[in-house]
């Protein structure tokens, strides 16, 4: 397999302008002669199709919500980042770039996370161009704060909203160009299957929930929106249907599968109040601009926080990060979290939460000032925990909840598979080893409004191939596969249910794959996921296989896909022999405690090959080069 990054030649500077001087054009009259396909719809997904559809192509969107206003985006909370130094703080598009490169542990390409730059200010106007209601300063500017792993302010925000408000400015986009006739919305599609033509992505194959039916669906490209899989920890912060299904599938039809280990732990979660919870629910990282974590100073401290005088708590993160402080990034903030719980400092049921404390800002601010900026987050908080976070800290906790791998692609955002292109958060993109906060929804917007639709349309300018029909032999061979795995899975009778063995998959990955990991933990997990995929194969209990509306058929086939995706996530963490951002290996770590990288063995993207069904996959490297930020220590302190 070879790895081809494509990337411009000449100053980074100049790379994307570059690009899109050389990419090839179509005439409008023609565009209309090809067929896209996306599949997703989420801020991705939806800018993505309805930019495509906007430059006259034909547009199939197929998503597994009956509404794309439910797709994950819609959770997102805390903000989106932009380089547009609104105060005057010393922000440029050049501090952003290196900030991104810093915050991914200088594990991400440059030329990427430059554009991810250029680009973010463009994005701010498009957004508020389709009415997103970004919180605005007294003088009508937009207003800004901070996240993570920044000392400037470039979040722009919707109270708690962002992401919801950013997806419903892109959905209406896009239901423009449905009622245009230009994009064909099909709901409740489970993709199952990619279909390829002689190597190249020609369509996908998925399943109508309601019916149970196999559908063929066929274009000229084909573009993969689909999310994340942090659900391979059963627990996370994701929505229970996201899943991993139309990256897998397209992995094992020969897409390679980068940094797929790369998993972000989110300090500031609800901590989980049953073991049979099926979720987590976040709370967005804005919420450290105004609250400190701490905990008491003395382990096992049990008393109510507001017994505890203040000479005795420890502002663990503002002691150990004095120029972050709170706002240390997210894999550090987890791990310090992490550690000072397993010292016995914890609070709550098992000593697994720490608190965020608003006390401060409300005495010297008003409860009004924090209401208008977090009202709705606290009063999700109030209705989930039963408690008021105005008059006691809230209780938060690490959890999964966005992951860094994916499949590769290069410049142009395109797979291994020729006319496979991947967005957003399916892709491994320009986040590295670890994302800022406010830099996924960026990401998601950058590759759906202005990446692919550029680079999509490069491609199809010099493949106007004859159209494949839903009756092509390919199709009908895809169809046939998807059918006879679903009729294998009927085809077992044991007294395991889908979700034991999910929740088993999900204690064993965060155990050994989640915030640490060492080497013995990530063999034996990886003997666990084998014997799980054995008890799925022999003893699973699926009812009535053949029904069309079966809810325990779709969370059958998502787990498999997650228990073949665990392996290789397990894989990819014991073959990278350092520390770097949330891949924190416990053999490589300074005096200090802090992620120790490895330069000189592993300054690269890992992008594994699959060879086929109980075979090893093959692991090749594409290598990082850095010719304007210089690979450092990553510091926070």
Known sequence: MKLDPQLPSGPIHDAWTQRRRELPLISPINKRRFKVLVVGSGLAGASAAATLAEQGFRVTLLTYHDSPRRAHSVAAQGGINAARNYQNDGDSVERLFLDTVKGGDFRAREAGCHRLAEISGAIIDQCVAQGVPFAREYGGTLANRSFGGALVSRTFYARGQTGQQLLYGAVQALLRQVDAGRVELLTQRDVLDLITVEGVARGVVCRVQASGRLEAHTAHAVLLASGGYSNVFHRSTNAVKSNASAIWRAHRRGAAFANPCFTQIHPTCIP???????????????????????????????????????????????????????????????????????????????????????????????????????????????????????????????????????????????????????????????????????????????????????????????????????????????????????????????????????????????????????????????????????????????????????????????????????GLMLRDALAREESCGAHFREEHQSADGEALRNDDNFCHIAAWQWTGEGQEPTRHCEPLHYRHATPSRRNYR
């Not at 404390?357 to 010297?364: G, N, P």
């Not at 059918?483 to 999910?502: M, N």
Request: hydrophobic letters at 35%; glycine letters at 10%; one cysteine or more.
């Open 272 to 566: 989980s109040g049953d073991p049979g919870q099926s979720k987590l629910t976040l709370m967005s990282e804005s919420l450290r601009n105004d609250g400190r974590v701490w905990l008491p100073a003395q382990a096992g401290d049990a008393r109510p926080p507001h017994a505890i005088p203040e000479a005795e708590r420890d502002y663990f993160l503002e002691r150990q990060y004095p120029t972050y402080g709170n706002m240390a990034p997210r894999d550090v903030a987890s791990r310090r979290a992490r550690e000072r719980c397993l010292e016995g400092h914890g609070v709550g049921p098992g000593g697994r939460s720490v608190y965020l404390d608003f006390s401060d800002t409300i005495r010297r601010e008003g409860r009004a000032a924090i209401e208008s900026r977090y009202g709705n987050l606290f009063a999700m908080y109030e209705r989930i925990t039963g408690s008021d976070p105005y008059a006691e800290p809230m209780r938060i906790y690490p959890a999964p909840h966005y992951t860094m791998g994916g499949l590769w692609v290069d410049y142009n955002l395109m797979s291994t598979i020729p006319g496979l292109f991947v967005l957003g958060e399916a892709n491994f993109s320009e986040h590295g080893a670890n994302r800022l906060g406010a830099s996924a929804l960026m990401q998601g917007l950058a590759d759906g409004l202005f990446i692919a639709p550029a680079t999509v349309s490069g491609w199809l300018a010099g493949h106007l191939h004859t159209e494949v029909s839903a009756d092509h032999p390919a199709c009908r061979d895809s169809i046939a596969a998807v059918q006879a795995r679903i009729d294998g899975l009927g085809s077992t009778s044991g007294g395991h249910s889908c979700d034991s063995l999910h929740r088993q998959l999900g204690d064993t990955m965060i155990g050994a794959c989640g915030i640490s990991r060492h080497a013995d933990g990530l063999r034996a997990a990886m003997a666990e996921v084998r014997e799980l995929e054995l008890a799925f194969a022999q003893e699973l209990r699926l009812p009535e296989p053949r029904a069309g509306r079966n809810p325990e058929l779709e969370k059958a086939l998502r787990l498999e896909d997650f228990l073949q995706l665990a």
